[in-house]
């Protein structure tokens, strides 16, 4: 296993073809106040890709990854991710699966369903989560904080095999297709100011 550390973009050179796991680092969970640190990126083969991003700096192959329709984005909570990703790169992700909203419509079993319960549930791994609010901010990550930051994209692929798989067997893939192909719109409703509000209630 090995971390990548790239600054400002990523290298042409890197490429991701059927799926990539994505996690972003941010400086808060405010999408309209806080700007985008670093993208973590993985094939889903023990490496992972740290992508500094520096402020007001363009990075058109990320872009171009999150664009490409042959490439699916693999995210935990993609709601956040896409939004800050849409706000910071001006770019949507597309397509994209979300293993919390796959793990919400079949593990209704628990109501735990961040990416350390999944993890461990699912595949028996401890994830730390020591570094979370860390200061991403800072122009190069620490060795502990690319760490931390590399294993919340690691699991993604597994975990996404062993939902689809308890998706199948509840009968509830076609909802979760569904539900996550929103999540653009979701997004979109999020940083235009809906964010706390549930459109669908009468
Ligand atoms: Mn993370």
Not at 136 to 164: M, R
């Amino acid at each position: 296993m090995a971390i990548f550390l790239h600054h400002g973009d990523l290298p042409a050179t890197v490429r991701f073809t059927g799926s990539v796991a994505v996690d972003t680092e941010t400086m808060g969970l405010n999408l309209q106040r806080d700007r985008l640190c670093l993208v973590q990126l993985s094939a889903g083969d023990g490496d992972a890709h740290l992508v500094k991003i520096a402020p007001g700096v363009d990075a058109p192959n990320l872009k171009a990854l999150f664009a490409d329709a042959s490439v699916v984005k693999i995210f935990h909570y993609a709601r956040f991710d896409v939004g800050m990703i849409k706000r910071n790169l001006g770019v949507d992700c597309a397509p994209v699966f979300c293993t919390k909203i796959a793990s919400k419509l079949c593990r209704t079993n628990t109501d735990r369903h961040g990416l350390k319960d999944l993890c461990r549930d699912l595949l028996g791994v401890e994830l730390s989560k020591e570094q979370q609010t860390s200061d991403w901010g800072a122009p190069a990550p620490s060795a502990a904080q690319q760490q931390y930051a590399a294993n919340d994209v690691l699991y993604l692929h597994e975990l996404k095999a062993k939902l689809e798989a308890l998706l199948a067997r509840e009968g509830r893939t076609e909802l979760a297709l569904a539900t996550i192909a929103f999540l653009n719109t979701r997004a979109a409703l999020d940083l235009a100011g809906w964010a706390d509000e549930d459109i669908f209630t009468h």
